[in-house]
């Protein structure tokens, strides 16, 4: 074999970045690397995995990926490429490609769609190996290639093969790792096994793995580091501690894959745009999952918490979302005022659906407020059959900024009501003071400032524990996206309204 390569510590498998016209972007992938190598301090790097939505790569654009890391990476750490495809011939192309430019081994999924049978898969790998003198790793990855490698013929070819060196294991499934650490270790001791799913790492590496591939690591690699260097030491307790700190985000990671990796990056200011259809925002990852992303990355400082700030000149239109109060487009244009919208719950429903308008008492929300808490029930004219309540801790205390209710679901039984003066009005008061602890909302605008949320409860909801949670939650990214500086006004004001009962909101 040409080159030895021994797999070992965290590698990020890399996202792609694109342009605005959907081709690679260079550029962006460079800074990628190089912040991932200097600023998170990974000992490796994968271009064109399957977080770098090699499937949906040209040809030519998946080779040009593994040059430009080959190149960025200048030597300072391992490369190993992502060269498998559903063909064998088309695997051996691609690999030799990686060869040539100067990688340093090949990472070579199982093949997917044709669903090979056990000697296929054998056959696959056995004729990349003796056809390219190339270090090899195999890649188990269950959940999209509906292909499994089974631990004899990964024990095969680790003994028949000595460039097949390794093996990087996308699957949650502790009893298979085990096993391939048990039979095949033995027989193969330099035969390296690296963990490719963000939510068993820790377990994963206490076991014995060599090392982990992962779709956080390209954000988060400098925790994964450090967790490694833990386990590494014996000292489990505190990599357990660590691991607990980013655990929500090592899920998030494994239920989105590139587009969450993306939108974690986009946020801490690392710019690789959208993923290519057909991953798409509000599909791929629900908008409640990117708003708790950010809130996972606030906490553990990868992204600065932006302060409250007054909304530019905005576009002629803008959606009508709060006609139930009579405050119009008109006037949210004009007198500036902030609005955002939060959903928590998924499609059950006890889901939470938030609209909410924020703006100083002695202008047009004061007025609006004044004036629809004055409003009697079942008054269609004004208020469409909704009574609006005031935001009450349990103790039935108001909250600061004084926070008024409107539900958006006529409220026609003891049971719904059950669910909206109670659970509803505990959760966002219990929001919007979090959110004044946490300074999104300043303490010196809390008695110049009123809010306004419209309010969404299925009338089949019936757990009152999960409204609470789930309209607290929504609250909060509510406010957060109604003051935090936003990317363009686009988001804000050319958005179309969404229905809170839609699959995809």
Not at 199 to 216: K, M, N, Q, T
Not at 244 to 254: C, D, N, S
Request: aromatic residues 6%.
């Amino acid at each position: 074999m040409a080159k030895k390569f021994k797999p070992k510590g965290v590698s990020p498998a890399l996202v792609t970045p694109f342009t605005k016209k959907d081709e690679l972007d260079e550029e962006a992938y460079r800074k990628l690397i190089r912040f991932v190598i200097d600023d998170l301090g990974v000992t490796g790097i994968v271009p064109a995995g399957s977080t770098g939505e090699f499937s949906s790569l040209f040809w030519e654009e998946q080779k040009r990926v593994i040059e430009i890391a080959v190149d960025e990476a200048k030597g300072k750490v391992d490369v190993m490429a992502g060269t498998g495809t559903s063909g064998t011939k088309r695997t051996i192309e691609m690999t030799k490609h990686a060869l040539d430019v100067g990688a340093d081994a090949a990472l070579v999924v199982t093949p997917y769609y044709m669903k090979p049978t056990q000697r296929g898969l054998f056959k696959h790998y056995s004729t990349l190996a003796d056809k390219v003198d190339f270090p090899i790793m195999l890649y188990q990855l269950p959940a999209l290639t509906d292909v499994v490698l089974p631990r004899m013929v990964v024990e095969d070819l680790a003994v028949e093969h000595e460039n097949i060196v390794g093996m990087k294991c996308s699957w949650g499934n502790m009893a298979y790792l085990m096993e391939i650490l048990e039979r095949v270790k033995p027989v193969a001791p330099d035969f390296k096994i690296l963990c490719g799913w963000d939510e068993i790492v820790l377990p994963a590496l206490a076991a014995g793995v060599d090392g982990c591939i992962l779709a956080s690591a390209n954000f988060i690699g400098d925790h994964w580091v450090k967790i490694k260097k833990l386990v590494d030491a014996g000292k489990l307790e505190e990599a357990r501690k660590a691991e607990m700190e980013i655990h929500k985000l090592t899920r998030i990671a494994v239920k989105t894959g590139a587009v969450g990796a993306k939108e974690a990056l986009n946020m801490m200011g690392i710019k690789v745009r959208k993923p290519r259809l057909p991953l798409e925002i509000g599909g791929s990852i629900s908008h409640e999952l990117r708003s708790e992303l950010r809130l996972e990355l606030e906490r553990i400082g990868k992204i600065e918490v932006r302060p409250i700030i007054g909304l530019p000149e905005a576009p002629e239109k803008i959606e009508e979302r709060f006609g139930q109060v009579d405050v119009t487009a008109e006037t949210i244009l004009q007198s500036k005022l902030l609005i955002g919208e939060g959903f928590f719950g998924g499609d059950r429903p006890e889901m939470a659906h938030i609209d909410l308008l924020l703006g100083p008492k002695d202008g047009p929300v004061g007025i609006a407020f004044a004036k629809a808490l004055a409003l009697v029930k079942d008054d269609p004219s004004k208020i469409e059959g909704h009574e609006p309540l005031l935001a009450l801790l349990e103790t039935n205390e108001a909250v600061k900024p004084e926070t008024l209710l409107v539900p958006k679901v006529f409220i026609r039984n003891l049971r719904q009501a059950a669910m909206v003066f109670g659970p509803v009005q505990a959760g966002v008061a219990k929001a919007v003071i979090q959110c004044v602890k946490d300074g999104f909302i300043p303490e010196k605008y809390v008695n110049n400032m009123v809010i306004i949320a419209s309010v969404f409860v299925h009338p089949t909801a019936v757990s009152r524990n999960r409204v609470y949670v789930n309209n607290r939650k929504a609250t909060s990214m509510a406010i957060r996206n109604a003051v935090e500086n936003k990317p363009d006004l686009d988001y804000l004001f050319q958005a179309p309204a969404r229905h809170p009962l839609k699959n995809e909101p």
